[in-house]
């Protein structure tokens, strides 16, 4: 099993920009893929960014190419998230999650999820 605890979420006018964290418990956090996705309301849970498990490969949804950077820290048991000229477009729910496959851009590959963490981007 493993644990998944988002942070860093908040309100925050267009332009700016926020952090998100998420920090890892249980089996070993550097086995796993991780993934950003985000969902708002009615619509399907959408893939953000996700980095392989050295770190050495990311991917980035069109959408954020150029103002999200996905980043992790294996020694701390901890995937992030900058989120740079945010946009009110950006404004979702957004969740980590952690997969052992290297299919990273689909939800369906993915073994567990976060319980994720408001972002609210205001113009």
């Known amino acids: 099993q493993v644990q998944l605890v988002e942070s860093g979420g908040g309100l925050v006018q267009a332009g700016g920009s926020l952090r998100l964290s998420c920090t890892a418990s249980?089996?070993?956090?550097?086995?796993?893929?991780m993934g950003w996705f985000r969902q708002v309301p009615g619509k399907e849970r959408e893939f953000v960014a996700a980095i392989s498990w050295s770190g050495g490969s990311t991917y980035c949804a069109d959408s954020v190419k150029g103002r999200f950077t996905i980043s992790r820290d294996n020694a701390k048991n901890t995937m992030y998230l900058q989120m740079n000229s945010l946009k009110p477009e950006d404004t979702a729910v957004y969740y980590c999650?952690?997969?052992?496959?290297?299919?990273?851009?689909?939800?369906?590959?993915?073994?567990?999820w976060g319980q994720g963490t408001q972002v609210t981007v205001s113009s």
């Open positions: 249980g089996r070993t956090f550097s086995s796993y893929a």
């Open positions: 999650a952690a997969t052992i496959s290297e299919e990273v851009i689909t939800t369906a590959t993915y073994d567990y």
